[in-house]
């Protein structure tokens, strides 16, 4: 059993920057492939980046590519996602996936969600 814990979320005006980190408990973290998804009101949730158990690969949605950057650190079972030139449409509740398929994009394991508001 995976648990995780997002931290980081808030208010932050349009343009500026935010880190969420995704904190997980048990001992085969390292082999996981992890994620972000989000998921604004009214709307499904969506994919937005997933990075290999070793950290060599990334994938991200077109919507937040060149703006966003996942990354992990495996001595810490933590992973991250800095989030930059945020926009009113990046509002969304943002969601830490545990054991992600990196091609179907199934998970295991969900966070239970951090809020991230960008005023216009």
């Known amino acids: 059993q995976v648990q995780l814990v997002e931290s980081g979320g808030g208010l932050v005006q349009a343009g500026g920057s935010l880190r969420l980190s995704c904190a997980a408990s048990g001992r085969t973290f390292n082999s996981y492939h992890m994620g972000w998804f989000r998921q604004a009101p009214g709307k499904e949730r969506e994919f937005v980046a997933v990075?290999?158990?070793?950290?060599?690969?990334?994938r991200y949605a077109d919507s937040v590519k060149g703006r966003f950057t996942i990354s992990r650190d495996n001595a810490k079972n933590t992973v991250y996602l800095q989030m930059n030139l945020l926009k009113p449409e990046d509002t969304a509740v943002y969601f830490c996936?545990?054991?992600?398929?990196?091609?179907?994009?199934?998970?295991?394991?969900w966070g239970q969600g951090a809020q991230v508001t960008v005023s216009s």
């Open positions: 996936a545990g054991d992600l398929n990196y091609v179907t994009l199934k998970c295991n394991y």
């Open positions: 990075i290999s158990w070793s950290g060599g690969s990334t």
